[in-house]
């Protein structure tokens, strides 16, 4: 079962990982730490396979618990956790990880070893010939963005922050596991990198299919790469699980609902246009001195330019020539979504 089938190209990859892509039952799942501590109390969830799956709730609800129960770094103290129809209970944890990618935070990549010999981590454990070995880091490095020519004989310390995330990404899939795990992949790495690392993964995701369970406390990064969310309060206590738009649009519960709403409000101001209707008439006089914002922008231009010149409107102009004001208490009305 550990075998991966040869393929060649890429229309080939695609369609062998997709078809190796399993889905993840959670049926009931418990976890008391030694200590006592209820992390999770009663979780149940179902995620398809070749679906991405984000958990996603307030520091020490239980999501990096749920996490490490799937790969059984953590062993659950009840329930039943099946990866397909296998019961990953009565599987050897060590075999496993080994179908199973895991990517972390700080990527934990070996500091003394080459790119080539991190990706090849699982593969070589399997004993793969050298030669497959090599094909698929080849193929790997390719697929995550990075030339193995020129990256494949570097150490982690001569990356970026984003190239070692990338690293972590191919060792990750190396094996061509059935299902992905990853506990904040992209939080180590500065916002701009961050977007495009989570861009470049939904293309990568768009041809591997990987079951995946990612754990985030952004919501942004959250509503960006999920095909669903799961919003979990403490003891890992599944509050509502929906897609994004859904999660946004109809909060299932008073905790998501504060959960997404700071968020929200400001979500909401950058999916609206200004338009002419919402603005109050130029005074008689003659435009007021603040500062202008273009009628084509968003409500949420408006709010960041009166926040950065601590103004409390704008004359917000068509074409240069002013048409209209926006007072700072309109733009937080427009932003107000109940
Ligand atoms: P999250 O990933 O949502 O921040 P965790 O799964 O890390 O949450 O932790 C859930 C709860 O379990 C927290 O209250 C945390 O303090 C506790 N916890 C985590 N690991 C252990 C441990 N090894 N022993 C005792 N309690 C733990």
Request: with cysteine; aromatic share 4%.
């Amino acid at each position: 079962m550990d075998v991966t089938p040869e393929t060649s190209g890429a229309g080939g990859r695609a369609t062998a990982d997709a078809a190796r892509a399993a889905s993840i039952s959670l049926e009931g799942i418990h976890k008391r730490y030694p200590d006592g501590t209820e992390a999770v109390r009663e979780l149940s969830l179902e995620v398809k396979a070749g679906e991405l799956v984000v958990l996603i709730g307030p520091s020490g609800c239980g999501k990096s618990t749920v996490l490490r129960m799937i790969n059984r770094l953590i062993e659950p103290t009840g329930g039943r956790i099946m990866l397909g129809d296998e019961d990953v209970t009565r599987v050897d944890p060590v075999r496993l990880r080994r179908r199973i990618g895991y990517v972390i935070q700080n990527v934990g990549l070996f500091p003394h070893q080459t790119v080539r010999a991190n990706v090849a981590t699982v593969p070589r454990l399997l004993g793969w010939p050298r030669e497959r070995s090599r094909r698929r880091v080849d193929e790997l490095l390719d697929l995550v963005g990075l030339d193995p020519s020129q990256f494949g004989r570097r150490y982690p310390h001569e990356l970026s922050g984003g190239q070692r995330q990338r690293v972590g990404v191919a060792r990750a899939l190396a094996a061509d596991p059935v299902v992905l795990l990853m506990d904040e992949p992209f939080s180590a790495v500065d916002p701009i990198v961050r977007t495009r690392l989570q861009e470049e993964f939904l293309r990568l995701q768009a041809e591997v299919r990987k079951t995946i369970v990612l754990v985030t406390h952004d919501l942004d990064e959250a509503v960006r790469l999920g095909d669903r969310i799961a919003v979990l309060s403490q003891g890992g206590h599944l509050e509502q699980y929906d897609t994004p738009a859904a999660l946004l649009g109809e909060p299932a519960t008073p905790f998501v609902r504060e959960f997404v709403g700071a968020d929200r409000g400001i979500r909401r101001l950058v999916v609206t246009p200004l338009d002419r209707e919402t603005l109050e008439p130029l005074p008689a006089g003659g435009p007021p001195d603040a500062p202008t914002v273009p009628l084509r922008g968003s409500a949420y231009d408006a709010l960041a330019v009166m926040l950065t010149s601590a103004a409390d409107r704008v004359v917000v102009t068509d074409e240069g020539r002013p048409v209209g004001v926006l007072g700072r208490q309109r733009v937080l009305d427009l932003g107000r979504t109940e």
